[in-house]
């Protein structure tokens, strides 16, 4: 089998490299384990954009890619040069109203308080921790759509995958790159395409309940893995493709238990927040190639207070009293500085008033897992434990940064020595990019949109 771009993953990341390979003129071929949408169509479909958006705009909101900047330095840190982070400002908005020309849905209808995730009332809103720095905007922009809109982003994008003329190959696995003369040259596969019609169904239901209810479940998702794998084992065939430039969008590592163990062990007591494509198959199929990695030990792990916002007015505190983070951070940012600084344990002290105003907001200010997790904290007396573990009611949702590293101009994936390996892009949580270092909401979906972009057209131009 032969392409001129081979995209592994369909993901965002994954979808917006195939887009731009194909309307920059190749043949693309789109390979996915399961059938496409990965942690993108799980997520809550919000793209951090700003710089003065459509959305912005309309909310009366004032917003400069300059400001944008000077609040990303502090969350980006070293993840990316200056200049990448620049571009990456400067071209938000512009990503954003390409997602709007392929269908998916903003608008600028502004949360008044500050949360975790806004109620299908409101679609843009403060998505990090921008009031705690000059000049702040919101930059949340949430997919216009019921519950976690992730679903209907990624919809929209496969949609003008399907319409680019772009050839998909789902329940195919990607094993093995092609490398000759230090040249990748396609990879060998693993597919279900000829596997029997009912086994193919069954591989997508397992995979299906694997996706969801299997990310709040740990031991189901576990099970459904070990079946996935024994039919991905008795049923798939090898697969050969050969192809021009091959594009490694397969997600991160965090259901790689070996992976988090080496890597980042702090974290292992989290919510592994992904699909099981979240496997860290990208990341071992470039370092198989030559590929040098970075960042791989950080991790975002979410300690979200609010909603309710009146949660906010609590002081945060470890064991001693001593104050543990701002209750106004961004949840990630909370979480960083249990796990660092407090071995994962806080607690939220809360006055009685800021305690009754927190159960009057809760049908206006919560979608109903937030509500779960706001009367699990609500009906705690005296302190509000916070502490990680592991939790039906409160979990702690962590996910991956760090990936492959590559050249910030093209998506080439780079070798130790810094040199590039020809035929090799990655994008999205596969490789490092823009959220490598700390997370917000919504920063690792705009950085999906802007890498998978960027090594599509690159991979097409090769």
């Known amino acids: 089998?032969?392409?001129?771009?081979?995209?592994?993953?369909?993901?965002?990341?994954?979808?917006?490299?195939a887009i731009e390979a194909a309307r920059s003129g190749a043949r693309v071929l789109l390979v996915d384990r399961f059938h496409g949408g990965g942690a993108t169509a799980l997520s809550g479909g919000v793209v951090y954009a700003g710089g003065g958006t459509r959305q912005q705009r309309e909310a009366g909101v004032e917003d400069s890619p300059q400001a944008m900047l000077d609040y990303l330095r502090h969350e980006v840190g070293d993840a990316v040069t200056e200049r990448t982070l620049q571009r990456f400002c400067e071209t938000s908005a512009d990503q954003l109203r390409w997602l709007e020309d392929l269908g998916v849905p903003f608008e600028g209808s502004l949360c008044p308080y500050k949360t975790s995730y806004p109620t299908n009332r409101h679609y843009l809103y403060y998505s990090?921790?921008?009031?705690a720095h000059p000049r702040p905007a919101p930059r949340g922009h949430r997919t216009k759509g019921r519950g976690t809109s992730g679903k209907l982003l990624y919809a929209k994008l496969a949609?003008?995958?399907?319409?680019?003329?772009?050839?998909?190959?789902?329940?195919?696995?990607?094993?093995?790159?092609?490398?000759?003369?230090?040249?990748?040259?396609?990879?060998?596969?693993?597919?279900?395409?000829?596997?029997?019609?009912?086994?193919?169904?069954?591989?997508?239901?397992?995979?299906r309940w694997a996706a969801k209810p299997g990310i709040y479940v740990p031991a189901l998702r576990r099970l459904l893995a070990r079946r996935i794998a024994t039919v991905e084992r008795r049923y798939g065939k090898p697969v050969t493709i050969h192809a021009r430039s091959v594009v490694l969008a397969a997600g991160g590592f965090v259901l790689n238990r070996a992976m988090m163990r080496e890597h980042a062990p702090a974290y292992r007591g989290g919510l592994p927040l992904g699909t099981l494509g979240d496997d860290g198959s990208g990341v071992e199929l470039g370092v198989r190639a030559g590929a040098a990695t970075a960042h791989l030990d950080r991790v975002s792990a979410w300690r979200f207070i609010s909603p309710p916002s009146a949660l906010l007015e609590g002081r945060l505190v470890d064991e001693h009293g001593r104050s543990v983070c701002e209750p106004t951070r961004y949840g990630a940012?909370?979480?960083?500085?249990?796990?660092?600084?407090?071995?994962?344990?806080?607690?939220?002290?809360?006055?009685?008033?800021?305690?009754?105003?927190?159960?009057?907001?809760?049908?206006?200010?919560?979608?109903?897992?937030?509500?779960?997790?706001?009367?699990?904290?609500?009906?705690?007396?005296?302190?509000?434990?916070?502490?990680?573990?592991?939790?039906?009611?409160?979990?702690?949702?962590?996910?991956?940064?760090?990936?492959?590293?590559?050249?910030?101009d093209t998506g080439q994936v780079r070798r130790a020595d810094g040199s590039g390996?020809?035929?090799?892009?990655?994008?999205?949580?596969?490789?490092?990019?823009?959220?490598?270092?700390?997370?917000?909401?919504?920063?690792?979906?705009?950085?999906?949109?802007?890498?998978g972009r960027r090594a599509g057209r690159s991979s097409a131009h090769r």
């Open 333 to 408: 940012a909370i979480g960083h500085a249990m796990i660092t600084q407090h071995r994962g344990r806080a607690w939220l002290v809360l006055d009685k008033g800021a305690r009754l105003r927190a159960w009057r907001q809760l049908r206006a200010q919560t979608l109903w897992f937030q509500r779960i997790q706001a009367i699990h904290l609500l009906l705690q007396p005296g302190r509000i434990d916070l502490s990680i573990r592991p939790s039906a009611a409160y979990p702690c949702p962590v996910l991956t940064l760090g990936g492959l590293v590559v050249d910030e």
């Open 159 to 207: 949609q003008a995958v399907a319409a680019q003329g772009v050839r998909l190959m789902p329940q195919t696995t990607a094993q093995r790159l092609l490398v000759r003369d230090g040249r990748v040259l396609g990879a060998e596969c693993r597919s279900l395409a000829q596997a029997p019609r009912g086994i193919r169904w069954l591989h997508k239901v397992l995979a």
């Open 1 to 17: 089998m032969r392409a001129e771009v081979l995209v592994v993953g369909s993901g965002a990341a994954g979808a917006c490299a």
């Open 421 to 451: 390996i020809p035929g090799l892009y990655a994008a999205g949580r596969t490789a490092v990019g823009v959220c490598s270092n700390s997370y917000v909401s919504g920063l690792s979906l705009a950085d999906c949109v802007f890498s």
């Open 128 to 131: 990090g921790s921008e009031t």
